[in-house]
């Protein structure tokens, strides 16, 4: 008697649901993953181990958090703007934070491509300024290179570019996490600390931003996965040199054209393990976060 | 129609709501499910109307005699009002207080008119014509309280249950309506149960009270028995304000501040009297209390009426001789 | 002059915080959509509108309202049932399965393409040639329908397919590698709204004597609505603009299998720039549609609160 239900649908909506689920998310997941695991560990390791792959790793792995940090800063300035001040336009600008959302990434891919290479409108300043760092400076190693790509192509075919395309699909989940945190904030909080003395700087360096933090990182996560697994906003900014602006996703793509599936399902593999530790790290902030708004 | 409540428990996980509780409520009463919150009134309550199952074994409720156990609650015939009112935010205060007719089977539902005629007559009786367009947001508490009972009448219920019913409301509407529901009660004589954590709202309106505790009953009587005559500290301590006392032996006794006298320290009789020290005064209403200190530091509250505080001339510091069957 | 409010910045501060995220939303938001018309137009509106109409971009149009009207109605229910089942009901691995919806939002794009290529790719489970043989009892039946002189006509293309049932590299693959990407939106939209406004109302109508599908319909549907709406919008938006997993399970071949995203790409890489940003110009107002859509069911939502 104790398993009824008081709503009807239990039943209809379970069953539907899981078998859904099943189809649609768990059965092609397994499917992927009991491919990559028929590949031997010796195997694995080769794929893994390749120096193209550990290049693309890097370079996904590496910009993604640089990416996901920088979004964190320019969420939390679109934020603050956005939850405290008032000025015209305000509403636009609230809404428009979501585009990066709702516009298609291959449009993102080829818009940024064309703004941000070396005929677009900021493209133009970056080649220009590069020209006159090459000139003047004439770095070597590592920034010599990137110096001279940007000289030649603007941000384009560049990890500056991919930079560019991984930040603009990331800060809008920082804002999106930030906004009603920084809303159920109020002033009393400030206030208090006002009148114990605090200058503005201090109150938000020792009250604000640590009641913000839990929300940051969760926003950081988020972006930092997402973009791990961006593709069709990066593809075309980066031009897809190996060993030099390869991405992960790109890779996996380039070993199905192969067809190559097993070093597919691997590297797929891999990247998930890395999403879903993510996911699951998330999970956890938040419950700690629930825990300690109690 | 009298409800019966058979040996029921609850458990939430290992969490235990309710151990077997049995009541008897009898046809046309008011009963209040009194209690402190987590002592299972709640969950009572909600067993009550079939929206929530008991523990499988011997546990049943009976509603004048016919087990409703395995009644769904859509069949059972209870009227429910919750404690937030759950009113239906997107229909109007017609619509709600029509929702329960307008979904019977076909064969049962009275015609479109004969339900805007019930609903009008339950805006009557719930003192609400006129606002039969309006939507819950756009009225105050205690209109929204009374549509939702009106909602739970328009089924012509067997039982009425009600979960906190002013819980939400402020102390003004709040001792209205309590009188509003009382006389509204002994008109339509329906028999009603309700759950609240107010021990004043419990004895002012009820005709039989449940004590409840830590998912048991405590004590069932009427208001007058349980004030007067509680079966135990708790009931004592939750019903009103109480003076405790532990004599040496590890023995408690309470004793009601308004079951104290008070006289001049010169009438001091050791057979019945203690002194103590008057520290504080509150005499800004028809009684006044006295908080005294007595010789062993431990202090007693007393409730005089005003007039009696007025011819003693009293005030702090005094020494008084206080008068009862203390312990001493 | 000092700043005297305890709880904002000093003018000047202000200004600057304003004038810096200006800057960044420019840079990101508005330069982009401009960017996208800019470049579509720097031919003239008549190489535009010929991009817009030539066949390719015509089916590709079409595909991708196929899809989109295949993927969203799906995840629509899947979403609801989803929603109630979670919302309504305290079960054992309720945690679980609710992180289980969000998981293709954890998955790249192009991982979820590769997973239906390692189901019913040439080395997957159900390869093309296993699935002729599955098939064929039903394939040998709607040959014997397509014969039929009256009524052939309506199952001449389900006939077509199941002689020769493709998958992968197809379109079919296409749907279901876009239903998987746009699985969560509907779901992510509703579970938070639905327990926010908690189980009080159905409960009030079972105590009233409505079954399910009423309590549904009459109380339930009405409050969500908006909520509801928007997930769809958001899951439209994805499903019509997906990139990256159809883009692994289409075959690119033009004017078959090419939705509008993968046709901006082909356009793009043979250098036919304006043709490439005109069909894009259609994703990017399908995008400020959407928004626009978010911003009026917000307002619509907002203010009758209980």
Redesign the interface.
């Known amino acids: 008697m104790s398993k009824r239900r008081i709503i009807p649908g239990f039943g209809l909506s379970m069953g539907f649901t899981i078998t859904y689920l099943s189809l649609i998310i768990l059965l092609p997941l397994a499917a992927l993953f009991l491919n990559a695991a028929g590949v031997g560990w010796a195997e694995w390791r080769s794929i893994l181990g390749s120096p193209r792959i550990i290049a693309a790793a890097r370079l996904t792995f590496g910009l993604s958090a640089v990416a996901a940090a920088v979004s964190v800063v320019l969420g939390l300035l679109v934020t603050w703007v956005l939850v405290r001040y008032h000025f015209p336009g305000k509403k636009l600008l609230d809404s428009m934070v979501d585009l990066p959302f709702a516009l298609p990434t291959a449009v993102a891919g080829i818009t940024l491509t064309a703004i941000y290479g070396k005929t677009g409108w900021i493209g133009c300043h970056i080649a220009s300024a590069a020209a006159w760092i090459k000139t003047t400076w004439q770095p070597t190693g590592w920034l010599g290179d990137q110096v001279n790509s940007w000289a030649d192509f603007g941000a384009a075919y560049s990890p500056l570019g991919i930079f560019i395309a991984l930040t603009f699909i990331g800060f809008p989940f920082v804002v999106r996490t930030l906004q009603p945190v920084m809303e159920d904030l109020g002033h009393e909080i400030e206030e208090a600390a006002a009148t114990l003395g605090a200058g503005r700087w201090t109150v938000f360096l020792r009250v604000i931003l640590p009641l913000l933090t839990p929300a940051l990182i969760t926003g950081f996560t988020l972006a930092f996965a997402r973009a791990i697994g961006e593709y069709g906003s990066v593809i075309f900014i980066s031009g897809n040199l190996p060993m030099k602006t390869e991405i992960l996703p790109l890779l996996i793509i380039s070993q199905l054209e192969q067809f190559n599936f097993k070093a597919a399902a691997v590297i797929a593999s891999g990247m998930l393990v890395v999403s879903f530790l993510l996911l699951f790290i998330i999970n956890l902030l938040q419950r700690r976060l629930d825990w300690q708004n109690r | 129609m009298s409800i019966s409540i058979h040996s029921i428990s609850k458990t939430f996980g290992s969490y235990k709501a309710l151990e077997e509780v049995s009541l008897e409520v009898p046809n046309g009463s008011l009963t209040a499910l009194l209690g402190p919150s987590g002592s299972g009134k709640t969950t009572l309550l909600r067993i009550v109307a079939g929206l929530e199952f008991a523990d499988d074994g011997p546990g049943k409720i009976l509603f004048h005699g016919e087990n409703v156990s395995g009644v769904p609650a859509g069949k059972r015939g209870v009227g429910f009002v919750f404690q937030h009112y759950a009113l239906f935010r997107h229909m109007t205060v017609a619509q709600n207080i029509g929702f329960g007719l307008s979904v019977l089977p076909r064969s049962k539902r009275p015609s479109p008119s004969d339900i805007r005629d019930r609903v009008h007559e339950l805006l009557c009786l719930v003192k609400l014509e006129g606002l039969d367009k309006r939507r819950p947001h756009e009225l105050s508490g205690g209109q929204r309280q009374r549509v939702a009972l009106a909602r739970a009448l328009a089924i012509r219920p067997k039982v009425l249950l009600l979960d906190e019913p002013f819980g939400a409301l402020d102390a003004r509407v709040r001792k209205d309506l309590r009188r509003w529901l009382r006389v509204f009660h002994n008109e339509i004589g329906l028999t009603t149960l309700f759950v609240t954590h107010d021990q004043e709202e419990a004895l002012e309106l009820a005709d039989q009270v449940v004590v409840m505790r830590n998912a048991r009953i405590e004590q069932v009587g009427s208001p007058q028995e349980i004030y007067d005559r509680p079966h135990s500290p708790f009931v004592y301590e939750f019903l009103g304000n109480v003076n405790k006392f532990t004599d040496p032996s590890g023995n408690q006794s309470y004793i009601r501040p308004h079951e104290i006298d008070v006289v001049f320290a010169a009438e001091y009789d050791p057979t019945t009297d203690r002194l103590a020290r008057i520290q504080h005064l509150f005499s800004a209403g028809p009684v006044a209390t006295l908080s005294v200190r007595l010789d062993d530091g431990k202090f007693v509250d007393i409730e005089l009426s005003r007039k009696q505080l007025d011819d003693l001339g009293l005030s702090v510091g005094d020494e008084v001789s206080i008068r009862s069957n203390l312990p001493q | 002059m000092a ?1 005297l409010q ?4 000093s003018k000047p501060v ?1 200004a600057l ?2 004038g ?3 800057i ?2 420019s ?7 401009l ?2 018309f800019a ?1 579509a137009l720097r031919r003239g509106w008549e190489v535009f509108f010929a991009s817009l109409t030539e066949d390719a971009a015509r089916s590709a149009i079409k595909l991708t309202l196929l899809t989109a009207g295949i993927a969203v109605p ?1 995840n629509t ?2 979403g609801l ?2 929603a ?2 979670v919302t ?2 305290r ?1 054992k691995g309720r945690a679980f ?1 609710i ?13 979820a393409g ?6 019913f ?1 040439a ?3 159900l390869p093309p040639s296993r699935m002729t043989e599955l098939l064929a009892p039903l394939a040998a039946l709607a040959a014997q329908a397509a014969s039929n002189e009256s009524i052939g006509g309506l199952f001449e293309g389900a006939a077509a397919w199941l002689a020769d049932p493709k998958i992968v590299f197809a379109v079919p693959g296409i749907i ?1 590698a876009t ?2 990407v746009t ?1 969560p939106f509907v779901a992510r939209e509703l579970i938070p709204l639905m327990e926010s406004q908690g ?14 599908w ?3 319909w ?2 339930t549907l ?2 969500i609505k908006w909520g509801l709406l928007y997930g769809v919008l ?1 899951c439209n ?1 994805r499903a ?5 997993a159809v ?2 399970v289409s075959g690119h071949i033009r004017g078959q299998t090419n939705t509008l ?2 046709h ?2 082909v356009l ?1 890489n043979e250098y036919q ?1 304006s043709a ?2 005109a069909c ?1 110009t259609l ?2 107002l ?3 549609l ?3 859509l ?2 009026v069911v917000e307002q619509l939502s907002g ?4």
Request: hydrophobic content about 60%; glycine content about 8%.
């Open positions: 700043n305890a709880t904002t910045e202000r915080l304003i810096l995220a200006l960044v939303l840079l990101f938001l508005f330069l982009p959509l960017a996208v470049e799906l229910l899947f049932s989803a109630w089942l309504k009901y079960f399965l992180s289980l919806i969000d998981l293709p939002f954890a998955v790249s794009p192009v991982i590769l997973v239906w290529i390692m189901i790719g080395k997957g489970w279901i239903v998987f699985f189980s009080d109302q159905e409960e009030a109508a079972v105590t009233l004597g409505a079954g399910g009423r309590i549904f009459r109380v009405p409050n958001l938006a019509m603009g997906e990139f990256g883009s692994v995203p993968l901006i790409e793009y720039f490439a940003f894009a994703l990017a399908l995008a400020l959407t928004l626009g978010k911003s203010p009758p609160q209980n």
